[in-house]
C-alpha cells in the first residue's frame, strides 16, 4: 500500500516522522509526508485565499502521485476532503479530527487577526521561556502536558505566521460541504473523546453527508492524537491499512 500522510495547522511533515518509520517497518506499506506551503521547510507560497490554493495544489499532487490510502489530521483532513471529494476520487481516507463546518469559538481569528500574528511571532522568539509558553498555550489541543514535545515547539517556531493566522480564519469560517455526488465508502473519520477544537456535532454532521462513514472515537484523547497517544494511533493505523 502506498499511503500519504497531511499535517494539520501548525504543524510539519516532520511531526510523521516516526509515524513514517514505524509504519515502513511493518512492511504493509510506502509512506509519503506531505507538507504545505507556509509551514515546516515548505516556503510560503499564498498571501490570500490559502485554503483554495492548498485544495488547489492537493489536487494537483494527487493527479501527479498514486496513493492508495491518505492518512490527514485537522486542516489537512480539511484539505485533503474536499481534493478527493469535488474531483470524485476514491482513496481510502482516514480523517483525524478533519475540520468540517467551520470551528465557531475560533471565528474572533477574523477580527484579531494582526494580534494573532504578532502573538506567534512573539512566541517564535528561540528562547526557553517561549517555548514554554508554546507548550502552555498547546494545551487548548492537547490535553496531557506530558505528551508534548521538541517538535511542537520547532514547528511552531518555523511556521509562517501570516500563514497560519490567515488560514486559521479561513477555517474557523469554513461552510464547505460535501456533495450527495461524492459517495465513498473507504472513509473512515477518527476524533478525539476529549477534542477542544473539533465537536461531535460537526463530526456527525461529516459522517451523515458521507452516506454514514464510521467514526472511530479514541478515549482519553484530544485534538492530537500523534501526541497523545501514539502507539494506540499507530495500532489503528496499522489495521485500517490491512483491513
Not at 511493518?26 to 506551503?37: D, R
Not at 473523546?193 to 454532521?205: A, G, L, M, T
Request: hydrophobic share 40%; net charge positive; proline share 3%.
Amino acid at each position: 500500500m502506498h499511503l500519504l500522510v497531511v499535517h494539520g495547522w501548525m504543524h510539519s511533515a516532520d511531526r510523521y516522522k516516526d509515524l513514517k518509520r514505524d509504519l515502513e517497518s511493518f512492511g504493509i506499506c510506502k509512506v509519503e509526508l506531505y507538507e504545505f506551503p507556509g509551514f515546516g521547510n515548505e516556503p510560503t507560497r499564498y498571501k490570500d485565499r490559502i485554503l483554495e490554493h492548498y485544495v488547489k495544489d492537493m489536487q494537483q499532487y494527487l493527479k501527479e502521485q498514486s496513493f492508495d490510502g491518505i492518512l490527514a489530521h485537522s486542516m489537512g483532513g480539511n484539505v485533503v476532503l474536499k481534493a478527493v471529494a469535488e474531483a470524485n476520487r476514491g482513496e481510502k481516507l482516514m480523517l483525524l479530527s478533519p475540520v468540517y463546518g467551520g470551528i465557531r469559538f475560533l471565528k474572533p481569528a477574523v477580527f484579531f487577526g494582526p494580534l494573532l500574528f504578532w502573538g506567534i511571532r512573539l512566541l517564535q522568539i528561540p528562547c526557553a521561556g517561549m517555548g514554554l509558553l508554546i507548550r502552555v498555550l498547546s494545551l487548548l489541543t492537547v490535553n496531557q502536558w506530558s505528551a508534548m514535545d521538541r517538535q511542537l515547539v520547532e514547528d511552531v517556531r518555523r511556521a509562517d505566521a501570516s500563514t497560519g493566522v490567515k488560514i486559521l480564519a479561513e477555517l474557523a469560517s469554513d461552510r464547505w460541504r460535501v456533495k450527495e455526488t461524492y459517495r465513498n465508502e473507504r472513509v473512515m473519520v477518527v476524533l478525539g473523546e476529549r477534542d477542544r477544537v473539533i465537536s461531535r456535532k460537526h463530526i456527525k454532521q461529516l459522517s451523515t453527508d458521507l452516506g454514514g462513514c464510521p467514526v472511530k472515537i479514541l478515549e482519553r484523547t484530544g485534538h492530537t492524537a500523534v501526541l497523545e497517544d501514539y502507539d494506540r494511533l499507530l495500532e489503528l493505523v496499522g489495521n485500517w491499512i490491512v483491513g
